[in-house]
């Protein structure tokens, strides 16, 4: 029996996501999860919407830059152990340039993924844990728009 490679990396892929049912646009951390409406936008801690500012959230930005140092620290010791590049762990993406946050990921870009990912706390599916300060950092960034660190700032 022959098999193309096409089919080979289609079962592979398969394979990846039935090991791995993380979905970052559900609305539950574990049993049974709900998909979120496709026009849903997670709300700020003041109930307002949280990206009504940011513009259509359903194109690419096009920002470059670096993520600010606060929310770079929380990505390198927490995100990155599976999404690095490449992922890991099942992992859908990488989180270790800017831009790629400011890509769509589905019908959204990936910082509004990210803020329900977080705001949920589905992600990390690993312990550790986010703390609520790092939750609130990664949260309040991702819904002033994901602004990049300013040119010149350098992270310790």
């Known amino acids: ?8 990396a289609a079962l592979s ?3 990846v996501y039935l090991g791995c049912n993380a979905k970052v646009e559900t609305t539950c951390v574990g049993g049974s999860c709900v998909p979120l409406a496709p026009n849903t936008v997670a709300s700020s801690s003041s ?3 949280c ?3 940011c513009g259509d959230v359903t194109k690419p930005t096009g920002k470059t830059g670096e993520f600010p140092c606060e929310v770079e620290k929380i990505l390198a010791d927490n995100c990155r152990r599976c999404h ?3 992922p ?8 270790v340039k800017y831009e790629r946050s ?3 990921y589905g019908a959204k870009v990936l910082f509004v993924a990210m803020e329900n990912a977080v705001r949920t706390k589905f992600m990390p599916l690993e312990p ?3 703390t609520d300060p790092e939750i609130t950092a990664i949260t309040s960034w991702n819904c002033s728009c994901s602004p990049p660190r300013d040119p010149g700032v350098t992270c310790k």
């Open 1 to 8: 029996m022959r098999v193309s490679l096409a089919a080979l």
């Open 13 to 15: 892929v398969a394979f």
């Open 47 to 49: 109930g307002g919407p």
């Open 51 to 53: 990206f009504s500012t």
């Open 84 to 86: 690095t590049d490449p």
């Open 88 to 95: 890991t762990k099942g992992a859908p993406f990488p989180l």
């Open 102 to 104: 400011q890509e769509l």
């Open 128 to 130: 550790p844990k986010l």
